[in-house]
């Protein structure tokens, strides 16, 4: 097969890795791809919404299979662009259409979703900027914290706490009426605070079956301790030890069944990945937020558990095939540490030469903002730079491989969180 991969990120690095172990891969092209997955695939520097230059690209290699990493694409319709067009109408792409990525594109859409069909969230109601007054009123109804949303994609920041009604109030105003988040703050969604301990599934789906993939827990903030900005992601360990059986069990009735069945009785095309956000409340699924498409970091650890061909299960997702694909996922633990540039999430320098540990390091290095400079060497261009995936028998040891290879890698104002995994080890005992 002939595979073309959208992205640049640890995620996409870390599928190119999943994607070239298989016996049937021929030809894979990232694109544009990062340093990291220049040396197992062929980047392409393409626009990953330029969809008739991806058409183009597709037509001219003799792609099989179109993998869309991230949300962008996919939230501006490239499955349906591709299939609108006779000479790529028939290529499987794993990815939802349109309008299953509203589930993530919308939060006001995807909330609608998960009342309709029965699935377990926080109780909300949404406000446009003419029901400002209505919002205040709503809010002067509601308990604290208060969780304000965005209603569209706002590069992970369209989220916002609120510990006093006065501040609530404040952001209501500058979401809707100043536009804090541009047109995603056209609508704001006012939804309860959940409390618990939050988990990240993962389910691929063809629109009639499903297999839900390790679970994952992922580090947003930058800081020790979960303090400090949201990032897109510091670390992440998989499996999850609160994340038992019963729980799991639980989670597959009442929420990825509702949604799968949710899906195909409203007629919504989804053929790709569902990243489920979710808290365990008392040992209660409630979802926070739905993605379509793969975490990251949460990829770097959920992927290596995988121990299936995963080309097989992308062209079972894309072809409608999944029920025949026999997932097996491997007892291991994997703990990804992200290594990000001084600075991030505020501004950062980029260009700086990276030394990385001679390729016998026990870890698995994933690429996710590097690049090469005018003499060949590695450099940092990113916020995120290397996502370190170790592994083992138990958490601490596969946190311990991570650390080990983290240690060896250096530039000018790396940054790391030395924390990951250990509140969960801290559970264990
Ligand atoms: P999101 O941008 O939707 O991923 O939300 C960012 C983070 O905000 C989530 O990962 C949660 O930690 C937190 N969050 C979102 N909604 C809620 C909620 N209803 N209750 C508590 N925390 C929330
Ligand atoms: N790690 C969270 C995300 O990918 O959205």
């Not at 993530?104 to 998960?114: A, L, N, V």
């Not at 994340?243 to 069945?261: G, Q």
């Not at 001679?358 to 990113?382: A, R």
């Not at 370190?388 to 080990?404: F, Q």
């Amino acid at each position: 097969m002939n595979i073309l991969l959208l992205g640049s990120g640890g995620r996409e690095h870390a599928f190119a890795w999943k994607i070239v172990q298989s016996v049937d891969c021929t030809n894979l092209y990232v694109a544009p791809g990062n340093a990291g997955t220049a040396t197992i695939a062929t980047n392409i520097s393409l626009g990953i919404t330029d969809f008739p230059v991806i058409k183009s690209f597709i037509l001219e290699k003799g792609i099989d299979l179109v993998v869309v990493g991230p949300e962008e694409p996919l939230v501006k319709g490239i499955v349906d662009f591709l299939q609108a067009q006779p000479e790529t109408s028939k290529i499987p792409v794993v990815g939802p259409s349109e309008m299953g990525a509203r589930l993530e594109g919308s939060k006001d859409f995807s909330k609608r979703f998960m009342l309709r069909n029965g699935v377990p969230t926080a109780s909300y109601e949404t406000f446009t900027a003419s029901e400002l007054e209505e919002g205040f009123a709503f809010l002067e109804k509601q308990n604290l914290p208060i969780v304000l949303k965005a209603d569209g994609l706002a590069a992970g920041k369209g989220v916002l706490i609120c510990l006093t009604l006065e501040e609530a109030k404040a952001s209501l105003k500058e979401m809707l009426i100043d536009q804090k988040f541009g047109e995603a703050s056209s609508k704001v969604v006012i939804e309860e605070f959940l409390t618990g301990i939050e988990l990240s599934v993962f389910v691929a789906t063809d629109g009639e079956n499903y297999k839900i993939l390790p679970e994952a827990k992922d580090y947003k903030r930058i800081g020790e301790g979960d303090t400090g900005l949201n990032t897109g992601g510091m670390g992440a360990v998989s499996p999850v030890v609160f994340a038992d059986e019963a729980f799991m069990k639980k989670v597959e009735e009442k929420v990825v069944k509702p949604t799968v069945d949710g899906l195909r009785k409203e007629g919504i095309p989804y053929k790709g990945f569902l990243f489920i956000g979710l808290m365990n409340s008392d040992g209660e699924p409630k979802v926070i937020e739905y993605n379509v498409r793969m975490g990251d970091p949460e990829t770097e650890a959920v992927l290596p558990r995988i121990s299936s061909d995963f080309l097989h299960l992308l062209h079972g997702i894309g072809t409608g095939t999944l029920a025949e694909y026999q997932l097996k996922i491997s007892p291991e633990y994997a703990a990804t540490v992200v290594m990000v540039s001084g600075g991030y999430p505020g501004s950062y320098e980029k260009g700086f030469k990276i030394s990385l540990p001679d390729p016998e390091s026990e870890s698995v290095i994933f690429h996710s903002g590097t690049g090469k400079n005018e003499q060949g060497q590695l450099i940092n261009q990113g916020g995120r730079v290397l996502a370190i995936t170790g592994r083992g028998p138990d958490l601490s040891t596969a946190l311990a491989n991570a650390y080990a290879t983290v240690n060896q890698i250096s530039w000018n104002k790396a940054y790391y969180r030395g924390d990951i995994g250990k509140d969960i080890l801290n559970l264990n005992k």
